[in-house]
């Protein structure tokens, strides 16, 4: 959900609950406007994290010679380089089945997890994807 709509509902949800803690605190009962206050503050913070976390991004180029990955926020915090030619794309699945699978690109003894964000569906399918576009590369 964009931060707009986050901060709409949150409005919503805020006006609501101290619109019904006022109330109970003109009928004498004080401590619900404290508790809907810290209610409201607590899920302020848990949008704020949700929305952050949600702008996480994942860059992957793949040029000639090296694929790119880029990691970050607004702006990429984390880049690391691939040698193309000796890339692996390793989709580890998990023991247990409640626990997700991991992708790795591994190069020269480097590796690093992408993808950690999606589901087990679009994992496989962004596996499948770089493959095939790693493989596409190699043969031009």
């Given at each position: 959900m964009p931060w707009r709509q986050q901060v709409f509902l949150f409005?919503?949800?805020?006006?609501f609950s101290l619109g019904i803690g006022v109330g109970f605190f003109m009928q004498g009962l004080t401590l619900i406007l404290p508790f809907a206050g810290f209610e409201l503050t607590a899920?302020?913070?848990?949008?704020?994290?949700?929305?952050?976390?949600?702008?996480?991004?994942e860059i992957i180029k793949i040029a000639r010679y090296k694929v790119?990955?880029?990691?970050?926020?607004?702006?990429?915090?984390?880049?690391?380089?691939?040698?193309r030619a000796w890339l692996q794309i390793v989709l580890i699945k998990s023991r247990n089945p409640w626990?997700?699978?991991?992708?790795?690109?591994?190069?020269?003894?480097?590796?690093?997890?992408?993808?950690?964000?999606l589901n087990e569906e679009e994992r496989k399918a962004l596996s499948i994807?770089?493959?095939?576009?790693?493989?596409?590369?190699?043969n031009t």
């Open positions: 409005s919503i949800i805020a006006a899920l302020a913070i848990a949008l704020y994290i949700s929305a952050w976390r949600g702008g996480r991004k790119t990955v880029e990691v970050g926020y607004s702006e990429p915090h984390t880049i690391k380089e691939f040698d626990y997700p699978s991991k992708l790795f690109l591994r190069s020269h003894g480097k590796q690093m997890e992408v993808g950690k964000f994807t770089l493959k095939q576009s790693v493989k596409t590369v190699i």
